[in-house]
């Protein structure tokens, strides 16, 4: 894990996806400020290249960021 004073960075784990898409994908405005293409639902089944924990392909990596407490 790469730590700094309040964030950290750690790979990216299974239980990550229903927050990022909880926090990312389902907040219409944003979601959609962020993208070049139309905001559309997802079911909570499916695929997406976004929100994965996959470790395959060594030329990408996926991470999350973790907030550090105070006493750290």
Known sequence: MLTG??????ARHEEDIPVLRAELHNDV??????SSR???PMSP??????????DEDERRVEFSVVELGAAR
């Open 38 to 40: 139309p905001w559309r």
């Open 29 to 34: 405005v944003n979601a959609a400020r962020a």
């Open 5 to 10: 004073k309040k964030a950290g960075l750690r």
């Open 45 to 54: 089944d499916a695929k997406n290249p976004l929100f994965t924990a996959d």
